[in-house]
């Protein structure tokens, strides 16, 4: 156990897969105390106890946090349980569907909406009033595609940029009250959303993803994880309206430069964290 989060509380949302499983368990294993936040199918609840079992703290939390009470009643929980919050994740997101945009369905759109956009803004609303005592921060999940724009899912893409522009936005006006606000902009994760088996894309997309990074691989979730505990940490106390892009290089990738790429780049590390829920997550539209 670390201690660079030690005491401190973080509420994560779409924490219970994905690269949301691997901030939980990175930032309890950094000392903080945990809420683990998902939807009612999520594997929450598994996830509080292999935190548990490694010797942190965590407390689940199940809901639609696009929805105002569940976002406050979230707040709510963590206040109950450990008196304060320090950092929220808005990590919570989905990648629903890959289409051209005139093929691209108004459902898939305002799952996206809903999820990355919205749930972003409730959070974020019920929150500050906590991060406000405490001088806290908030880090909001961008994209590559936020600053890139995302072809065949050119809605996600819109929905990172917004992400993007929220959070700073965010920092400017919370910065009087001693709040930090950031951004960490993955690139293509070895998750669900990137396996033609576990999300949309076909294997031509996939293939094209991977080959569009300086690396010539995907970033594994835990990758990102330490991207977030620095920047949640008070190691970061300094940084406010900044993107960090985890990519890989493919913001200034040109071309498939991955096929070019060494091979010790194209190694995923083996990591620290025990992630047992990477390839889970929600990959298409649910009520």
């Not at 930032?27 to 999520?42: I, S, T």
């Not at 105002?68 to 979230?74: P, R």
């Not at 010539?216 to 300094?238: H, I, K, Q």
């Not at 780049?265 to 829920?277: I, R, S, T, Y």
Request: charged share 25%; hydrophobic share 35%; net charge negative.
């Amino acid at each position: 156990m670390g201690n660079r989060l030690d005491k401190k509380v973080a509420i994560v949302t779409g924490g219970a897969t994905g690269i949301g499983e691997a901030i939980c368990k990175k930032f309890a294993q950094e000392g903080a105390r945990v809420v683990v936040v998902g939807l009612p199918d999520d594997p929450v609840d598994q996830v509080v106890k292999e935190i548990e079992q490694q010797g942190g703290i965590a407390v689940a939390f199940k809901g639609d946090i696009s929805v105002e009470a569940n976002a406050k009643a979230c707040v709510d929980l963590a206040i109950r349980m450990y008196d304060r919050l320090n950092i929220l994740i808005n990590n919570a997101g989905v990648f629903p569907e890959t289409n051209l945009l005139p093929d691209f369905s108004e459902e898939a759109f305002d799952y996206l909406l809903r999820n990355n956009i919205k749930s972003t803004f409730m959070m974020t609303k019920a929150a500050l009033p906590e991060l406000q005592k405490t001088r806290g921060n908030v880090v909001t999940a961008g994209s590559e595609a936020g600053q890139m724009g995302e072809p065949q899912a050119v809605p996600y893409g819109g929905t990172k940029g917004f992400n993007h522009a929220f959070a700073k936005g965010l920092a400017t006006e919370q910065a009087k009250f001693g709040v930090r606000s950031n951004v960490v902009a993955p690139g293509p994760i070895d998750t669900a959303w990137t396996h033609t088996s576990t999300g949309p894309m076909d294997s031509e997309m996939e293939k094209s993803t991977t080959a569009g990074t300086l690396m010539g691989r995907r970033g594994t979730p835990e990758e990102v994880a330490n991207v977030y505990l620095f920047v949640a940490s008070d190691e970061a106390s300094y940084v406010t309206g900044a993107i960090y892009y985890v990519d890989g290089g493919t913001t200034i990738a040109k071309g498939p430069q991955g096929e070019k790429a060494a091979d010790s780049f194209k190694k995923e590390p083996e990591g620290e964290l025990d992630l047992q829920h990477s390839l889970e997550g929600h990959t298409s539209v649910k009520s």
